[in-house]
């Protein structure tokens, strides 16, 4: 009797001790859980917002934008920024252009465009206005239509729109 006694006794505290580890190591888990962020957030680089910068008039528009984006990077470099120009717009996009004070805008253009910014031309602004693609700076991409481009990066992008 005694030799089942020691023996239940004896599983009974294997029973107990593997029960304390496991709730330890249970409670361990959820801790770290509740302590921790996701692994995800840990792993992931964050996104910065989706912007879209409206441009529709060079004279009146261009000089400004192009600063504000430059500031909008310096305070968010992870913005994605993209610069959609139509009309009257298209014009600091060409080669040669300059703005009021004399200088060329494309200096500033091909800076921002290292810096993560594309820039979009209405192609049918284009047509209207008969130009060429190969009037403009190579840092210019096409877009079929800015108006239907603005309202896709709203809408399916979730950019947020300035108009400066």
């Not at 593997?18 to 859980?33: E, K, N």
Request: hydrophobic share 45%; with cysteine; charged share 20%.
């Amino acid at each position: 009797m005694e030799t089942l006694t020691h023996s239940t006794h004896g599983l009974m505290s294997v029973s107990r001790r593997l029960i304390v580890a496991l709730a330890t190591a249970g409670a361990a888990v959820v801790v770290s859980q509740v302590l921790s962020p996701p692994l995800r957030a840990q792993t992931a680089a964050p996104l910065g917002d989706r912007v879209v910068y409206h441009i529709n008039d060079t004279e009146a528009q261009a000089l400004s934008a192009l600063r504000n984006i430059r500031n909008h990077l310096d305070v968010d470099p992870t913005a994605r920024i993209t610069v959609v120009t139509h009309a009257m717009g298209v014009d600091f996009l060409m080669e040669g252009t300059k703005d009021r004070n004399g200088n060329a805008f494309a200096p500033t253009v091909q800076a921002l465009k290292n810096r993560g910014v594309k820039f979009e031309v209405c192609e049918i602004t284009l047509k209207n206005r008969n130009l060429k693609k190969e009037q403009f700076i190579a840092e210019a991409e096409f877009t079929p239509s800015g108006v239907v481009r603005i309202a896709q990066l709203q809408s399916r992008e979730r950019a947020a729109y300035i108009r400066p």
